[in-house]
């Protein structure tokens, strides 16, 4: 625990203007960001006398073993660099909401020649039109099955689409009338896009013009005697009308604005936030924190504000946002939100009428989530807490394992060797620190081997870090070989390798610290191998032991007989789901690397051949067979090869033997080329690319 007199800085030092700061414990992590008017003022409360501070700001103070600012122009900026800094650093001072469940949306794909309706959830993707969040999928089908028979927008994944486009027979959709079947070209793109633009306009809540319309051609149909059309035409404004009754007029002026309620005690908060689109409510969601600094309603009002708008724009920040308290100041906080709509917003709290009713609805909903969460957390801690006693106790430790790392290796009869490493702390997964290995020391299959590697390579960073205090050599190459963090980045870029850890840098995803308790999937001779890589690094404060699948017995270094947990033991439970979670995630990897391994094709070893001059070359011939045949000056009529590329591709190609024929395993059918899916083509419609392969951890 650090004295904060032996880290404060000389007031004189401190700029006395607006800024963002940064405190930082013994390792060099980021635990705390923060933002102030005058850098100077925020900074002395933070060293005090110990007795005048929150105990949550005496703690953090006494964690931190240093700060540093960065000075800004206005206090817009420093909104903006404190949320950036809280989403890159992850502190674990700072106030940060955890949404309760992942929430759908309805989505049309706009970015598509063919609009598709679909159920979407995660992150948001550019040009896609998204309507919610909605509390339950089901609720969304149940819209847009009703919609559809007015707007018959395509719904159908890309391989339904493709599958109907090449036999000409469109889908059970099609027949019914609840799809406009643009794949058999029974409407033009143009038309189909200007459906799918009348499907968002409508649930956008533009619905009053569009009812008047329809109700003026169904009086028409009738006049002109024309009965049928007038019957589906009056169909189709029950179905609108049905659909718009799930979601009653809650202010009556169609307004279009966020509720935002908070409901706190003095551990936790609940944020619960009403979408409403044209007078009604279009979507709702909510999160949970928990309070680990001394903050105001105001202060997390501002939070959740920043996290529900700091990557929206546009249209998806409404012209006004309704809150029960408004945050200190509030300008730089309007004008932020003004900025990423695009024109004004309204920051305030509702005083009488529709609004205020509507925001009590929405206040009583955060209590309840509150009183909901703290229910099951109770009980959640409860249980992990006697989870971790019991792994104490039964490995005879010192203390409960708060950190917990399990180590798995998973390979395909010695080919593509992969390892995985996931983190527990508390209890919990810790996914962000989750790492992938390569194993590059041998060749074949050797798990004994391979758990010594990786526990010598993950513990050697450990002592570099502890030993540097943060930095690591430069020119980013690690002799131990490669390591992958979970979105499949580069060592750089995920804060594990050489140079990445330097005194600019706060990231906690690194190998910077250590865990008590070292679990591996299997039995004695992997359990021998972790602790033999630990002793050679002189390491021995943290204990080791293995769960083996087939008893599930637990083995400590050094006994011959195993201990057995009780089959209804927390701390076994806890064990099990550490090691599986392990083991999904090194095979997942592993998969994913064999499958990159079998898409590769000929045209990957033609030196200085990216992938965009690869998909052009098969696009412009159709297939890897026919460019094998195709002369040196029909290759050089693609776009961006010349003589000497066209040349040194030739020549790849007449060396290359040339593959046996693919077969779907599904219909029998041999493919003409199966080299064509290495490059995103499909035999069967020459120049179209599709996605291939599965989505890295």
């Known amino acids: 625990m650090a004295d904060p007199s032996s880290y404060r800085p000389k007031p004189g030092d401190i700029p006395d203007s607006p800024g963002v700061y940064r405190f930082r414990d013994e390792h060099r992590r980021v635990i705390y960001v923060g933002k102030a008017k005058s850098l100077r003022q925020r900074l002395a409360n933070y060293f005090q006398d110990l007795a005048g501070l929150h105990p949550r700001t005496r703690t953090m103070v006494t964690t931190a073993a240093s700060v540093e600012w960065t000075v800004v122009s206005t206090e817009v900026e420093a909104l903006q660099l404190e949320y950036s800094w809280i989403k890159e650093y992850d502190p674990r001072f700072n106030v940060k909401y955890r949404d309760d469940k992942s929430y759908p949306y309805l989505a049309v794909t706009m970015n598509e020649q063919f609009p598709r309706v679909q159920v979407m959830r995660g992150h948001k993707k550019k040009g896609v039109r998204y309507f919610g969040p909605y509390g339950h999928a089901w609720a969304i089908r149940d819209t847009v099955d009703l919609l559809l028979r007015v707007f018959p927008v395509r719904t159908c994944s890309a391989g339904v689409f493709k599958n109907a486009a090449r036999t000409g027979r469109p889908c059970l959709l099609g027949y019914i009338g609840k799809c406009s079947a643009p794949c058999v070209g029974r409407i033009s793109a143009e038309d189909h896009r200007e459906l799918a633009e009348e499907f968002c306009d409508f ?32 169909d189709d404004i029950g179905a609108l009308k049905k659909a718009m009754e799930k979601n009653a007029v809650v202010l009556a002026d169609a307004t279009d604005a966020d509720l935002i309620a908070v409901a706190e005690d003095e551990l936790e908060a609940a944020v619960q936030i009403f979408h409403v689109r044209g007078g009604r409510v279009r979507g709702q969601r909510g999160w949970v924190t928990d309070k680990v600094e001394e903050v105001t309603t105001g202060a997390l009002v501002e939070h959740a504000l920043q996290q529900l708008y700091g990557e929206e724009s546009g249209d998806a920040v409404p012209k006004e946002v309704l809150v029960p308290a408004l945050p200190d100041p509030v300008e730089p906080v309007q004008q932020w939100l003004t900025e990423r709509r695009g024109s004004g917003v309204s920051l305030r709290i509702p005083q009488r009428g529709d609004k205020k009713a509507l925001m009590e609805t929405v206040q009583r909903n955060a209590q309840q989530a509150l009183a909901l969460h703290k229910t099951k957390r109770a009980s959640d801690l409860t249980t992990r807490s006697r989870a971790l006693e019991e792994i104490a106790e039964a490995l005879d430790l010192d203390s409960a394992p708060l950190r917990i790392e399990c180590y798995d290796i998973s390979h395909l009869q010695g080919d593509d060797v992969v390892a995985s490493m996931v983190v527990f702390e508390d209890g919990l997964q810790r996914k962000s620190e989750y790492r992938r290995f390569q194993i590059k020391g041998f060749e074949g299959q050797d798990d004994v081997r391979s758990m010594h590697e990786v526990i010598t390579r993950r513990f050697r960073r450990y002592l570099a870090e502890k030993e540097k205090t943060g930095e690591w050599a430069e020119n980013g190459q690690d002799a131990d070989g490669e390591i992958l963090a979970p979105d499949g980045s580069p060592l750089a870029d995920a804060g594990l390798g050489d140079g990445a850890l330097t005194e600019d840098d706060g990231r906690p995803k690194r190998f910077a610290y250590p865990p008590q308790l070292v679990v591996v999937d299997g039995g004695q001779p992997q359990v021998a191998a972790a602790q033999r890589a630990l002793d050679e690094l002189g390491i021995d404060d943290i204990a080791v032991c293995g769960l083996a699948k087939r008893l599930e017995e637990v083995w400590l270094p050094g006994d011959d007989d195993p201990v057995v947990l009780p089959r209804t033991s927390e701390g076994l439970y806890l064990l099990q789901r550490i090691r599986d979670e392990a083991h999904r995630f090194a095979i997942t990897y592993q998969r994913t690397k064999r499958a990159k391994r079998f898409r590769a094709g000929p045209l990957d070893e033609v030196p200085g051949l990216g992938e965009t001059r690869k998909r052009a070359l098969i696009k412009h011939f159709g297939s890897v067979k026919r460019l094998r045949s195709a002369t040196i000056d029909q290759i050089r009529e693609v776009p961006g090869i010349g003589l000497k590329t066209a040349e040194t591709i030739a020549a790849a190609l007449a060396q290359a033997a040339p593959a046996a024929p693919a077969v779907n ?21 020459p120049g179209e690319p599709v996605p291939t392969g599965a989505p890295d951890e």
Do not use: F, S
Request: aromatic share 6%; no cysteine; net charge negative.
């Open 203 to 234: 649930m956008a809540g533009r619905t009053g013009a569009y009812l008047r319309r329809l109700e003026e051609r169904m009086t028409q149909a009738a006049e002109e005697m024309e009965y049928e059309r007038a019957a589906r035409l009056r």
């Open 665 to 685: 395993t599904a219909t029998g059918e041999i493919m003409e080329d199966e080299q064509d899916t290495a490059y995103g083509m499909t035999p069967d419609a």
